[in-house]
């Protein structure tokens, strides 16, 4: 059973939760989750082996909760404890309000909302009884409207939300809980409409949007990570 720290990223196959993940290493065990991308969830753990830290990846649907329990009980099998918990996974939900069908909504939801406060809920389950650290990945487009994006923000909306009532509920027992809202990346998620990010680019500072492996984005992001999970971070802020 893993005596070292442990970080369990939901989502860290590719794209920012990779990026996370490899950052967060060798200090911390990670556990890192993936749907379908095992070529890229193997491609993770072996850079993180490669740098010297320990890792490894499972396979999830976290659609299901049925699979969200298995994880956390493998874990704690392996693992015995957690100590950070990343909340990445995400999914897309581009259209009209007009073209919206009802279950293209709750798949946005679920994925996106549902997995992600089922997930947290499992994993306190294994958090020290002081201490921890609880970041969730959530999006600009929670506070800056885009037209077409409906569902999509309202699901990070609802992540901020999670964050600062989180953070009030989990304070006592010393957890911190944080959002980081990245504007838009280019990564699996966004797609490949290149007219798209081309529109979404004109929105930001640099005249385009990040990508993976620039300052703006992923690596960014990492180190923010890393950041929001020491001792000194505050917590119920979206950054």
């Known amino acids: 059973m893993t005596q070292a720290r442990v970080a369990v990223v939901i989502g860290g196959s590719k794209g920012i939760g990779a990026a996370i993940a490899r ?9 890192l989750t993936f749907s379908s991308d095992e070529a890229g969830a193997a491609a993770t753990v072996q850079d993180i082996e490669a740098t010297g830290g320990r890792a490894e ?4 649907d976290i659609r299901r909760p ?22 990445n996974a995400g999914v897309g939900g581009a259209g009209g309000v007009g073209d919206l069908e009802w279950d293209g909504i709750g798949a946005v939801l679920d994925v996106n ?14 958090f020290p ?17 885009v037209a077409g994006q409906s569902v999509y923000a309202a699901s990070k909306a609802g992540i901020d939300a999670i964050t600062r009532t989180l953070a009030q509920e989990l304070g006592p027992r010393g957890i911190r809980v944080n959002a980081i809202a990245p504007g838009p990346v280019d990564t699996a998620l966004l797609g490949a409409d290149e007219g798209s990010k081309a529109f979404l ?29 020491g001792d000194r971070a505050s917590s119920g802020v979206d950054v």
């Open 113 to 126: 909302l549902r997995a992600a406060l089922f997930c947290t809920g499992r994993a306190l389950r294994l």
């Open 66 to 87: 049925d699979e969200i329990i298995a994880l956390f009980d493998l874990i704690a099998a392996r693992h015995g404890r957690i100590d950070l918990l990343v909340n």
């Open 57 to 60: 990846a499972i396979r999830v």
């Open 23 to 31: 950052r967060l290493s060798p200090s911390m065990t990670v556990v």
């Open 201 to 229: 680019g004109t929105r930001a500072a640099l005249g385009r949007i990040g990508r993976p492996d620039d300052c703006p984005s992923s690596g960014h992001l990492a180190q923010m990570v890393a950041q929001r999970r």
């Open 129 to 145: 009884e002081t201490g921890g650290t609880i970041l969730n990945i959530g999006s600009v487009l929670a506070t800056q409207p």
